[in-house]
């Protein structure tokens, strides 16, 4: 048999309902910030989100450990940046950078590889597709082994700063520099070459597909056939000459090699602005040897410029091969692309070089920090960019404000009109629920980083139904005992156990459905089903610390007004359960008499 009301004790639930929340609010004004503000996410606040997608030269899964490296150096170059709140994430095998505010243009080039490597130059040719922008454009054949061309780059040696030990890749018009051999004549301009193949997008999945795959192999089978060089160094002209012709250099050509080529293996690449091709010999020094990097404006040559320094074993390397390729070209190849290719001058010994190649400041930046922070195990495809504004994220977030309000405002009305006294005790419970979600999502924003987003607004407004809705049956529960003939004192207990039961079953499934929900789906979604699944533990909670203590409460309250059926909107069941009884009582009398 159940409790009666007397012996619930409500004040206890009461007082614990209340301690958990002077618990929760004393965590939001005494640990992190100590504002009552959750994180909201990029499409309330305005910012960028990056997907990047791992792809990998087999077209196989990437390791685990390999993404949780990519996702650690991506997020140092993104704390580079300086914006406060950035989030690295990774999702599947995707890569999602987050930057709020308005200075998230540079994570759309965060997922660079920035895979750098160092190879001599065998030989070059002139790109035909995009002619060189000065008057005098070089030959489409090197210059003859002896004497540099007079276009070649011709700044001085000296012991001084590291502008002057490693000239830049020189003009566009300029020709390169002292090669050790002669480059096949590119295509005509009549029979243009084929473009290289763009890879596919990216699967959603963050799995790379085949024809991806197909490409990154197709590709390296003929830039980076190991028959390029022959054992005396000399280039075979029909292999170099069938590679150049399959490469297309444009600014908006895709590479398929783009950070998967091969540094054991020669290479055909484009450079200086895609305004040449090079033959390049396997890679002599890693990039991984970087000991830093820095960007500043070189005075002498009036552009901007990467220094680098080497750590002690590339400083040898280094020093070797200036030493012994003095007159020759090094080139510095990032993520397949010659970035530049200077002519050695004098033998530096000190570990200190320089990188030039007409880059804007905001460019040399760039590839100062990601060559700072090291490269990526992986190379990525940019699968999804998002920008939205800080303004439209402020109207989103008034717009979200608004339709909760709106709908708390027909529960309240609904709960008034037909529950009047019970109406009050709900929009009571529904307020304390929604002091209780506020502070864990600030404290979920500052412990595991949830945003707030649109998506998690609308799983909240869907929860102010659900939480309505146990109200609705525990009240609907007293219905049916006052109208079977009971007062509303000895209605609540029963009502409660047979209404808890209930609840149980519609928040488990609730909840069920927001966990399976928040496994199989991703992006937004998640957020969604995130703050459903929240809001319906919370639910119960509420429930049972709140709602029934209070009811039971006014059950047993010698108030003539609280304790009034008709001012609960029981007055109609009670006057139907006492017609009922009285109907029950002639009944049995009758049966006696008989």
């Known amino acids: 048999m159940a409790a009666s009301a007397g012996h619930l004790r409500p004040g206890r639930y009461l007082a614990l309902f209340a301690l958990i929340v002077i618990v929760l609010y004393a965590l939001v004004f005494l640990t992190g910030n100590h504002k009552p503000t959750p994180k909201l996410g990029i499409d309330l606040q305005g910012g960028t989100r990056v997907?990047?997608?791992?792809?990998?030269?087999?077209?196989?899964?990437?390791?685990?450990?390999?993404?949780?490296?990519?996702?650690?150096?991506?997020?140092?170059?993104?704390?580079?940046?300086?914006?406060?709140?950035?989030?690295?994430?990774?999702?599947?095998?995707?890569?999602?950078?987050?930057?709020?505010?308005?200075?998230?243009?540079?994570?759309?080039?965060?997922?660079?590889?920035?895979?750098?490597?160092?190879?001599?130059?065998?030989?070059?040719?002139?790109?035909?597709?995009?002619?060189?922008?000065?008057?005098?454009?070089?030959?489409?054949?090197?210059p003859t082994s002896g004497a540099p061309s007079s276009g070649a780059p011709s700044a001085p040696a000296s012991s001084g700063a590291p502008t002057s030990k490693a000239a830049g890749g020189g003009a566009p018009g300029a020709a390169?520099?002292?090669?050790?051999?002669?480059?096949?004549?590119?295509?005509?301009?009549?029979?243009?070459?084929?473009?290289?193949?763009?890879?596919?997008?990216?699967?959603?999945?963050?799995?790379?597909?085949?024809?991806?795959?197909?490409?990154?192999?197709?590709?390296?089978?003929?830039?980076?056939?190991?028959?390029?060089?022959?054992?005396?160094?000399?280039?075979?002209?029909?292999?170099?000459?069938k590679a150049m012709a399959t490469l297309t250099c444009a600014p908006n050509a895709k590479d398929p090699l783009e950070?998967?080529?091969?540094?054991?293996?020669?290479?055909?690449?484009?450079?200086?602005?895609?305004?040449?091709?090079?033959?390049?010999?396997?890679?002599?020094?890693?990039?991984?040897?970087?000991?830093?990097?820095?960007?500043?404006?070189?005075?002498?040559r009036g552009q901007w410029v990467v220094n680098l320094s080497f750590k002690s074993a590339g400083t040898k390397t280094w020093a070797d091969f200036t030493s012994k390729n003095t007159g020759q070209q090094a080139a510095f190849v990032l993520d397949t692309q010659v970035v530049s290719a200077p002519n050695?001058?004098?033998?530096?010994?000190?570990?200190?070089?320089?990188?030039?190649?007409?880059?804007?400041?905001?460019?040399?930046?760039?590839?100062?920090?990601?060559?700072?922070y090291g490269s990526l195990p992986l190379s990525f495809a940019s699968s999804d960019a998002t920008t939205v504004s800080a303004t439209l994220g402020l109207a989103s977030l008034e717009a979200g404000l608004i339709a909760g309000g709106i709908g708390l405002l027909v529960v309240f009305v609904y709960c008034l009109f037909y529950y009047r006294l019970l109406g009050v005790l709900t929009i009571l419970s529904l307020a304390l629920s929604g002091s209780l979600v506020f502070a864990v999502l600030v404290l979920l924003g500052r412990w595991i980083g949830y945003t707030l987003d649109l998506a998690g607004i609308a799983g909240l407004i869907i929860a102010i139904g659900i939480t309505a809705d146990s109200f609705v049956i525990y009240f609907e529960r007293l219905k049916d005992e006052i109208r079977e003939g009971r007062t509303f004192r000895s209605a609540v207990p029963?009502?409660?156990?047979?209404?808890?039961?209930?609840?149980?079953?519609?928040?488990?499934?609730?909840?069920?459905?927001?966990?399976?929900?928040?496994?199989?789906?991703?992006?937004?979604v998640q957020g969604f089903a995130f703050t459903l699944?929240?809001?319906?533990?919370?639910?119960?909670?509420?429930?049972?610390?709140?709602?029934?203590?209070?009811?039971?409460?006014?059950?047993?309250?010698?108030?003539a007004f609280l304790s009034n059926p008709r001012h609960l909107g029981l007055g109609a069941v009670q006057q139907l359960g006492s017609q009922r009884k009285k109907a029950a009582s002639v009944g049995r009398a009758n049966v006696k008499e008989a």
Not at 215 to 236: E, F, H, S, Y
Request: aromatic share 4%.
């Open 51 to 142: 997907t990047l997608t791992a792809r990998t030269p087999d077209g196989g899964q990437p390791t685990r450990e390999s993404l949780n490296q990519a996702r650690q150096i991506i997020e140092r170059r993104v704390n580079g940046i300086g914006v406060s709140g950035t989030e690295v994430l990774l999702d599947g095998n995707n890569v999602v950078i987050t930057v709020p505010g308005e200075q998230g243009d540079q994570a759309k080039n965060l997922g660079k590889t920035a895979k750098l490597g160092f190879r001599k130059v065998v030989a070059n040719a002139t790109q035909p597709v995009v002619p060189p922008q000065t008057s005098t454009p070089p030959t489409a054949t090197p």
């Open 176 to 241: 390169p520099a002292q090669q050790q051999s002669t480059t096949p004549a590119p295509p005509s301009s009549s029979t243009p070459p084929p473009p290289a193949s763009t890879p596919a997008p990216a699967p959603s999945d963050g799995s790379v597909d085949a024809q991806t795959a197909q490409q990154i192999q197709a590709a390296k089978a003929v830039r980076q056939d190991p028959k390029l060089i022959g054992a005396d160094g000399q280039p075979n002209q029909e292999l170099v000459a």
């Open 259 to 300: 950070g998967n080529d091969d540094p054991k293996l020669p290479l055909v690449a484009c450079g200086d602005h895609d305004t040449y091709k090079y033959l390049l010999e396997p890679e002599f020094l890693p990039g991984t040897e970087i000991a830093d990097s820095t960007s500043g404006y070189d005075q002498q």
């Open 344 to 372: 050695i001058q004098v033998a530096i010994l000190d570990g200190n070089t320089q990188i030039t190649g007409k880059f804007t400041q905001a460019e040399a930046k760039n590839l100062s920090d990601v060559l700072k």
């Open 494 to 524: 029963r009502g409660w156990v047979r209404a808890r039961r209930t609840i149980l079953a519609s928040d488990g499934v609730s909840f069920l459905a927001a966990a399976i929900l928040y496994v199989i789906a991703v992006g937004d």
């Open 533 to 559: 699944g929240m809001s319906t533990v919370l639910d119960l909670v509420v429930v049972y610390l709140v709602t029934h203590p209070l009811v039971a409460m006014v059950s047993t309250s010698k108030n």
